[in-house]
Structure formats: structure tokens, C-alpha cells
């Protein structure tokens, strides 16, 4: 199985604190709710909420590139304050791809696009919502 890796740092206009708590802590819920036409569901499959060694499964809707192309993907995300109500996000994304597949730079782009989208759609929700992930 081959494999390929890319990084992309993004910055992201609510504080760390809070982002990780959409995006980690909760983001089982999150994502099947706003973006339903790429995630399924998700579920955890070891440990849970942010432990470190935590694995967590997303089923994706079926077609598209992630289902017809990849074995898996990890994605390691570190969370940087870049000041009290911003924060970057610097990812890793590890493609592990089916056998016999090729990466072509059009698949790249169109992860990125979907990467793109996840976040934005988490974050509108988060800045039209600013009462959620506020407190503990």
C-alpha cells in the first residue's frame, strides 16, 4: 500500500481552546451534522474524546475520492495560539492509498477542497453559535 503525506497550516479565527473542543472533543458530532453529503457518521474506535492514541473512524458517504481511492487517512493536527481569539492549525495528512492507485495532482487538490470545506463549515458554525464549547 502506498502512501503520501502533505501539510497545510490554517488559520483560524476563534482560540485554540475552542477549536479544539469542536474539532476534537466533538467533532464526532459535528461533522455528520454540517457536512452530511461527505461524513457519515463517526465513531471511536480506541479511547475516546482527545485522549492521546485515540482512533476514531469516520464513515464517509459512498463515491468520491476517499472512497474509491484510500485505505485510511491520519491526520495529526497540533493547535498553536496565534492570540487570544485566533489560533493555527498545522496538520499532517497521511493518505494510505488502495493498491495499485496514483495519486494525481488533481486528487491533492481536491482533499485540500474537502479539508477547506470541513474546516469552514465547522467554523461558520462555531461563529454563528458562539454560546456552544464556551464553558469546561
Known amino acids: 500500500m502506498d502512501a503520501r503525506c502533505f501539510y497545510q497550516?490554517?488559520?483560524?479565527?476563534v482560540s485554540r481552546e475552542w477549536a479544539f473542543?469542536?474539532?476534537?472533543?466533538?467533532?464526532?458530532?459535528?461533522?455528520?451534522?454540517l457536512v452530511p453529503h461527505f461524513v457519515k457518521s463517526m465513531e471511536f474506535i480506541r479511547g475516546d474524546w482527545g485522549q492521546p492514541g485515540s482512533?476514531?473512524?469516520?464513515?464517509?458517504?459512498?463515491g468520491g475520492l476517499l472512497?474509491?481511492?484510500m485505505h485510511s487517512v491520519v491526520c495529526e493536527i497540533k493547535?498553536?495560539?496565534?492570540?487570544?481569539?485566533?489560533c493555527i492549525l498545522k496538520m499532517a495528512t497521511d493518505?494510505?492509498?488502495?493498491?495499485?492507485?496514483v495519486f494525481k495532482e488533481e486528487d491533492i487538490n481536491t482533499g485540500r477542497?474537502?479539508?477547506k470545506?470541513?474546516?469552514?463549515?465547522?467554523?461558520e458554525y462555531l461563529i454563528s453559535n458562539p454560546e456552544v464549547y464556551t464553558n469546561g
Request: hydrophobic share 40%; charged share 30%.
Open 21 to 33: 473542543k469542536a474539532l476534537v472533543l466533538d467533532m464526532h458530532n459535528l461533522l455528520p451534522k
Open 117 to 123: 470545506e470541513f474546516f469552514e463549515a465547522v467554523l
Open 55 to 62: 482512533i476514531r473512524q469516520t464513515i464517509f458517504t459512498e
Open 113 to 115: 477542497k474537502i479539508t
Open 9 to 13: 497550516e490554517v488559520l483560524v479565527p
Open 95 to 101: 493518505y494510505h492509498l488502495k493498491e495499485g492507485v
Open 79 to 86: 493547535y498553536e495560539a496565534n492570540s487570544p481569539d485566533r
Open 67 to 69: 472512497s474509491e481511492k
